[in-house]
Each structure stands twice: as C-alpha cells, then as structure tokens.
C-alpha cells in the first residue's frame, strides 16, 4: 500500500466512524427515549447523554472544516454565521468560533484546537460520569416489566456483566470493526477541491446530514414574521425545543404504572420529524 493510499484508509475510517458515532448516538437517544430509560432516578444520566450528543456534534462541525474544502469552507461559514443569530450572544460566539469576523486561517487553527484538545476533554469526562451512573443505578427495564416485577419477583432476569454481557458486547465491537474496516476501503471519503477564500459559494450549499433537519426547519421560516427576522425566530425556537427535550426526564410520570402517554406521541413526532426534515432538505435543491 502506497503512502498516500494509506492516507486515505486512515482518513475514510475517521471520516467513517465519527459519522456513525453520531448516527448510532441519535438511535441511542432514541432507543432510551422509547424505552422511557431516563425516568428517576435515570435523570442526569438523560442530561450527561444530551451533551454527549451535542459535543460529538460538535467534534462534527469542527472537524469538517480541517479538510479545508470548498465545502467545508462555506458549510462552517453558514454555520457560524446561523450561530451569530442568537440574540445577545450570538455576535461574540462567532467571533469567538471563527477567531475573527471572518472564517480564515485562523478559524482553521481555532476548529482543530477544538477537535483534538477541547472537544475529547470535555467527552472524557461526560462519557465517564455517563458510565459511572450506568454502573451506578444499573441498567433500567421499561415501565410495564417493571410493574411485572414488582408483582412477581421471580420473573426478574439478570445476567452477569463478565462473562456474559462482556462478551456479548466484545462481539458486537468485532462486527462494528468489520464494517467500519469495509466502509473505509470500498466507499473512500473524497477530500474536495481546495476551499478559496475569495470563491464564491457553490450553489446550494447544505450542512452535515446531521444538522440538515435543523438548517431545512430555518429554510421554511419567512424571513420575516410579524417584526421578527425569521431566522433568529427559527434560531430561538431550535434552542427551546432543544432545551424542552433535554427537560424530558422531568415531565415523566414517577409511577411506573401510569407512564405518560403523551411523552409516546411526542417522542414518535420527533423522530418522524428529524428523519423527515433530513431527508427533506437532503432532497431539496
Ligand atoms: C457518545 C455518546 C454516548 C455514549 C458513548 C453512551 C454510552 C452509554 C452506555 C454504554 C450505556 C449503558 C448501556 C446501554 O444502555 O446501551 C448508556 C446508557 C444510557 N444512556 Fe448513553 N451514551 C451516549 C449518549 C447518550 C445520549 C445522547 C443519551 C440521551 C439523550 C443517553 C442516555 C442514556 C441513558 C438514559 C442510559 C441509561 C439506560 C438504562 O439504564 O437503561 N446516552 N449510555
């Protein structure tokens, strides 16, 4: 294998395995979502994963612009520039992601300090207390086994973490590892053409798959509603329902018995909407 073939290798399987991981931390959120695995005591275990999800996010947003592609050069621009739309504090954010008003080589330097320094500090520590409340409160059954087993004890299956679980989830990881292996060589990430600073945008530019359901909701907002400008409505209303549902835990009936139903529908309704969304703006010019 030459060198710049094992360039490539390397960096498929990184561009490969960060989009998984954010792809299979949605379908984890999801699958506790479902399983109502967030209820008390399970809270702050729900909070910790929340900001997993945002940080591995961000390892997205900043490690797509080290490539500095054309792509990755307007992406982060649209990004940022989505992020100075808060109000207050959405100016001095930006200038502080982009080191300056503009995306330049310093913003570069900035994103990678971000990726490889900031960003996995900040996870090493939110994965272990995230693991330790794991360990801590064990692993949750859903709401009507629980009843179940308040009733008859004897019902109650347990396994054993070693062997049986460590194993199971050994092969998992062998199978993950195959997968990723072959993703990497049969489908390469292409790096792009050189990202010109003085260039002009390609049309129809879009964000990672990731924050497309987000970017196609600010795209359906008129730019003005009544006297607000539309994209800091469609800002703040992003930040809120991102807020709400990070408050999830806390509208959750205590009593396993009567789980809130309405938590069901809305838990469907979201995931009907970030599929929905995303295949929308992934198909939209
Ligand atoms: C990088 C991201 C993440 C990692 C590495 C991670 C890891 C884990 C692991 C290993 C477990 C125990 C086994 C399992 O339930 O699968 C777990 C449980 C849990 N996670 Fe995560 N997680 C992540 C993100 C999230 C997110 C985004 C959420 C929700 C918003 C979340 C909420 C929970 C909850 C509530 C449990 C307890 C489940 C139970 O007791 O049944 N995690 N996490």
């Known amino acids: 294998m030459t060198k710049v073939q094992y360039g490539w290798l390397i960096r498929s399987i990184h561009s490969w395995s960060a989009n998984l991981m954010i792809f299979f931390a949605f379908v984890h959120m999801f ?25 591995v996010m961000g390892f997205g947003f900043s490690g797509y612009l ?22 207050i504090i959405g100016k001095p954010m930006m200038v502080f992601l982009r080191g300056g008003d503009e995306v330049t080589g310093a913003t570069l330097t900035r994103f990678f300090g ?9 996870v090493g520590v939110l994965i272990a207390v995230h693991l330790f409340l794991v360990q801590r409160l064990g692993m949750s059954v859903p709401p009507k086994t629980e009843v179940e087993w308040v009733k008859d004890p004897s019902a109650r299956r347990d396994i054993k973490f ?3 679980f460590a194993l199971r989830e050994m092969m998992a990881w062998y199978v993950a590892m195959g997968a990723l292996g072959a ?18 945008a390609p049309a129809g530019i879009k964000p990672e798959w990731y924050f497309l359901f987000m970017f196609q909701t600010l795209k359906l907002i008129p730019s003005k509603v009544w006297f607000m400008d539309g994209e800091v409505l469609g800002v703040l209303g992003c930040g809120l329902a991102g807020l709400l549902w990070v408050l999830l835990p806390f509208f959750e009936s205590e ?31």
């Not at 490539?67 to 808060?86: C, D, H, M, R, Y």
């Not at 993703?183 to 002009?200: E, H, M, N, R, V």
């Not at 009567?258 to 010019?285: C, D, E, H, Q, T």
């Open 255 to 285: 009593q396993p018995s009567r789980p809130r139903k309405w938590i069901n529908g809305l838990v469907i309704f979201a995931l009907v909407y970030v599929i929905g969304m995303s295949v929308y703006g992934f198909l939209a010019k």
């Open 162 to 164: 070693f062997p049986n």
């Open 183 to 200: 993703l990497a060589a049969i489908f390469p990430w292409d790096l792009g053409t050189k990202a010109d600073l003085f260039g002009s």
């Open 66 to 87: 080290l490539p500095w592609n054309t792509l990755a050069f307007f992406a982060t621009k649209v990004g940022t520039e989505i992020a100075g739309q808060v109000p």
């Open 31 to 55: 699958s506790v979502a479902f399983l109502k695995a967030y209820r008390k005591p399970r809270e702050l275990t729900w909070i910790t994963g929340m900001l997993l999800l945002f940080v």
């Open 114 to 122: 971000f990726h490889v320094a900031v960003l996995p500090g900040i």
